[in-house]
């Protein structure tokens, strides 16, 4: 999906898609909400600066109780590469991988929110197992669920989560529950 405008996804299953490029199955530039959906094995490639290997997100990315298993870039962000508006909820980052940098996200520039979410077995050969905030704002927030970052693997830096630049991170956890880093 090249998306310019607006894109409900609901319900939906996006297997095994491969792209010479950015977004191995959504290039976003308007407005897209994923809901009750699982994106796995979707891969973005391009020795050049290939970047989401699911969802290359550049305007308004909103993700909810969705599953991203098991997929890559060769460059940036293996499950998503955002440059602007993120916000994730009650979703499983799990399995994904980055040639480069965020073996599940990739941040650069953008406003990344998470809430009530898992980031587990996620790799990036660079920096930032899970994600790779690069001169953005990362706001984390345990209201219902906790958050947990297990078993993330970074070649470089940072298993978890790795600050570059000019960044900004919050940390919310409501009483029962927390932010686990493992």
Known sequence: IN????V??????????FISGDGGAIYNDGTVNITNSILSN??????SGA???AINNRNILNIT???????????????????????????????????????AINNTGGK???????????KANGLGGAIYNNNGTVTINAINNNVEFTENIAGGDSNAIHNNGNTIVKLNAT????????
């Open 112 to 122: 990344l929110t998470i809430e009530d979410s898992s980031f587990v077995n996620n």
């Open 3 to 6: 998306n310019v405008g607006n």
């Open 175 to 182: 009483s029962g529950n927390s932010i686990i880093f493992n």
């Open 51 to 53: 970047a989401g290997g």
């Open 42 to 47: 979707n891969k973005a490639n391009d020795g």
């Open 65 to 103: 109780n969705s599953i991203f298993k098991a997929n890559s870039s060769d460059d940036w962000g293996g499950a998503i590469y955002s440059s602007n508006a993120l916000d994730i909820k009650s979703s499983i980052f799990s399995e994904n991988f980055a040639n480069q940098d965020g073996g």
């Open 8 to 17: 409900d996804d609901q319900n939906s299953t996006g297997l095994s898609n």
